[in-house]
């Protein structure tokens, strides 16, 4: 498939670089023509349709671009879409089938951590990549992991409350 | 949404090769490390090169802490994450842990890396002002070999360096010395925003008595310099209160805040005077096995 942004094209003298990348996205490996400044943020959504991954501030912040590439939370705002050529990442649609809830979705439905869901996402990714290397972390440990992850709505009271929420029924799960 | 203007890319597979794309391309290239500073000001346009060299795949050999007998070495692409949770370096500089805690936020430090942020120069980097503290030293690598700078000739100001065209810094030496310890206080107005102040302070004792010390402060100035007054007025003496309290009034005054967003100067030269009281105390009470 080709990812050549119309959006972000401008005139420009002689040729634009472009470069073949393949990534491994939710599982499934993707290839796309995108020129080296795409960041992986457009890529996911605009390239391969994967809305789930939010852009909020553009500029680093409030991590509701979050995604985890190769297992680690990052803001994928700021990295390209070249730099994750040959890489592994898993956005919120990685999480768990479209039939079906994972725990850390569960957990937010359940203990109602989300609002408006702008920032759900974001904050879904953060707590798989804590729940998957601390599975039983303590209320601190859930709010530092998700402290570049910013909410507008809920005061993260109930956000903190669904990771935790999760990594409950992701143990018992584990140790049935 | 915001975009870089146009540029090419390409992946580094060795330090060799890495400066030598930078001899072939010139000041029109420039190394991507962890990105979080420089893709930042890209999209902004603050910063446009017409090619960006990706060192990341040199983390295998360039992201370590190496502790010898008489120094610490990080190799450059060492990340935040890595700093902040290696046992070496809370053992003999928990400076690094106490401002590992606060730059930026678990995701950005996932990604940033130790050289990135001190190539950055930022007057307020957290890293700068701790590689000041602890009097490091900078491996500067270019096609004909190392040399080896420390901190003060390596910050030359404002986003400068002394990292020259076709050069790369691949590491940061850090002596060690008996008998000290180090503390970091830093006063931010959020989780993960640049500082207002930060502070960092290393102190070496013997038979009870101060036999050296060094302070290193960040957002006051457009140097991240360390403060000899400071490390003068402390030799010889047995720590006290009062003394820390001399020390945070001589940082005051050395440094040269402005009035922004963040703060008015003289509410900046106050942090600095306290957060220099802080971390001398903290210091302290690390040389003689106690946390604070």
Same mark, same amino acid.
Request: with cysteine; hydrophobic share 40%.
């Given at each position: 498939?080709?990812?050549?942004?119309?959006?972000?094209?401008?005139?420009?003298?002689?040729?634009?670089?472009?470069?073949?990348?393949?990534?491994?996205?939710?599982?499934?490996?993707?290839?796309?023509?995108?020129?080296?400044?795409?960041?992986?943020?457009?890529?996911?959504?605009?390239?391969?349709?994967?809305?789930?991954?939010?852009?909020?501030?553009?500029?680093?912040?409030?991590?509701?671009?979050?995604?985890?590439?190769?297992?680690?939370?990052?803001?994928?705002?700021?990295?390209?879409?070249?730099?994750?050529?040959?890489?592994?990442?898993?956005?919120?649609?990685?999480?768990?089938?479209?039939?079906?809830?994972?725990?850390?979705?569960?957990?937010?439905?359940?203990?109602?951590?989300?609002?408006?869901?702008?920032?759900?996402?974001?904050?879904?990714?953060?707590?798989?990549?804590?729940?998957?290397?601390?599975?039983?972390?303590?209320?601190?440990?859930?709010?530092?992991?998700?402290?570049?992850?910013?909410?507008?709505?809920?005061?993260?009271?109930?956000?903190?409350?669904?990771?935790?929420?999760?990594?409950?029924?992701?143990?018992?799960?584990?140790?049935? | 949404?915001?975009?870089?203007?146009?540029?090419?890319?390409?992946?580094?597979?060795?330090?060799?090769?890495?400066? *030598?794309? /930078?001899?072939?391309?010139? @000041? %029109?290239?420039? #190394?991507? +490390?962890?990105?979080?500073? $420089?893709?930042?000001?890209?999209?902004?346009?603050?910063?446009?090169?017409?090619?960006?060299?990706?060192?990341?795949?040199?983390?295998?050999?360039?992201?370590?802490?190496?502790?010898?007998?008489?120094?610490?070495?990080?190799?450059?692409?060492?990340?935040?994450?890595?700093?902040?949770?290696?046992?070496?370096?809370?053992?003999?500089?928990?400076?690094?842990?106490?401002?590992?805690?606060?730059?930026?936020?678990?995701?950005?430090?996932?990604?940033?890396?130790?050289? *990135?942020? /001190?190539?950055?120069?930022? @007057? %307020?980097?957290? #890293?700068? +002002?701790?590689?000041?503290? $602890?009097?490091?030293?900078?491996?500067?690598?270019?096609?004909?070999?190392?040399?080896?700078?420390?901190?003060?000739?390596?910050?030359?100001?404002?986003?400068?360096?002394?990292?020259?065209?076709?050069?790369?810094?691949?590491?940061?030496?850090?002596?060690?010395?008996?008998?000290?310890?180090?503390?970091?206080?830093?006063?931010?107005?959020?989780?993960?925003?640049?500082?207002?102040?930060?502070?960092?302070?290393?102190?070496?004792?013997?038979?009870?008595?101060?036999?050296?010390?060094?302070?290193?402060?960040?957002?006051?100035?457009?140097?991240?310099?360390?403060?000899?007054?400071?490390?003068?007025?402390?030799?010889?003496?047995?720590?006290?209160?009062?003394?820390?309290?001399?020390?945070?009034?001589?940082?005051?005054?050395?440094?040269?805040?402005?009035?922004?967003?963040?703060?008015?100067?003289?509410?900046?030269?106050?942090?600095?005077?306290?957060?220099?009281?802080?971390?001398?105390?903290?210091?302290?009470?690390?040389?003689?096995?106690?946390?604070?």
């Amino acid at each position: 498939m080709s990812s050549l942004f119309e959006e972000i094209r401008e005139p420009v003298a002689g040729d634009v670089p472009v470069r073949r990348v393949s990534i491994t996205v939710n599982g499934v490996r993707r290839t796309a023509d995108v020129e080296p400044r795409l960041l992986l943020a457009h890529l996911l959504r605009q390239g391969l349709g994967l809305t789930g991954t939010h852009t909020g501030c553009d500029t680093s912040n409030c991590g509701a671009c979050t995604v985890l590439f190769d297992g680690k939370a990052i803001k994928s705002c700021t990295m390209l879409a070249v730099q994750a050529d040959g890489h592994e990442v898993t956005t919120v649609e990685g999480l768990a089938g479209p039939s079906e809830l994972h725990p850390i979705q569960e957990g937010f439905k359940d203990e109602h951590g989300l609002q408006c869901g702008f920032c759900t996402p974001g904050m879904m990714l953060a707590a798989k990549a804590l729940l998957d290397e601390n599975p039983n972390p303590t209320e601190d440990e859930v709010r530092w992991a998700l402290s570049g992850n910013l909410c507008r709505c809920t005061g993260y009271q109930n956000i903190v409350k669904s990771v935790l929420w999760a990594a409950k029924k992701l143990q018992s799960q584990s140790a049935s | 949404m915001q975009v870089p203007v146009p540029f090419d890319y390409e992946r580094a597979t060795s330090v060799e090769h890495a400066i *030598g794309l /930078l001899a072939r391309l010139g @000041p %029109s290239a420039r #190394l991507v +490390a962890g990105g979080h500073s $420089l893709l930042p000001m890209m999209k902004l346009r603050l910063a446009n090169f017409e090619y960006l060299i990706d060192i990341n795949d040199l983390h295998n050999k360039l992201g370590y802490v190496k502790v010898e007998p008489t120094q610490i070495r990080i190799g450059a692409m060492t990340r935040h994450r890595e700093l902040l949770e290696s046992p070496e370096l809370l053992r003999s500089f928990p400076i690094f842990h106490d401002a590992e805690r606060v730059i930026a936020d678990p995701l950005v430090r996932n990604r940033g890396t130790i050289g *990135g942020s /001190l190539c950055q120069a930022d @007057p %307020s980097e957290d #890293l700068c +002002a701790v590689c000041t503290t $602890l009097d490091a030293s900078c491996v500067i690598r270019g096609l004909d070999g190392e040399r080896v700078v420390r901190m003060a000739d390596f910050y030359r100001g404002p986003y400068e360096t002394a990292v020259g065209d076709a050069e790369m810094l691949t590491e940061v030496r850090f002596p060690l010395r008996p008998h000290g310890s180090s503390a970091y206080e830093k006063v931010g107005r959020r989780v993960g925003d640049w500082a207002v102040v930060s502070c960092g302070a290393a102190v070496w004792m013997d038979d009870g008595v101060i036999t050296d010390a060094r302070v290193g402060l960040a957002a006051v100035g457009p140097n991240t310099t360390g403060i000899p007054a400071i490390s003068q007025a402390l030799r010889g003496r047995p720590p006290s209160q009062d003394l820390y309290a001399e020390a945070g009034a001589i940082a005051a005054d050395y440094c040269t805040p402005v009035t922004d967003q963040r703060g008015s100067a003289e509410y900046k030269r106050h942090l600095a005077a306290e957060l220099t009281r802080r971390a001398m105390r903290r210091a302290v009470a690390r040389v003689h096995g106690r946390e604070l």
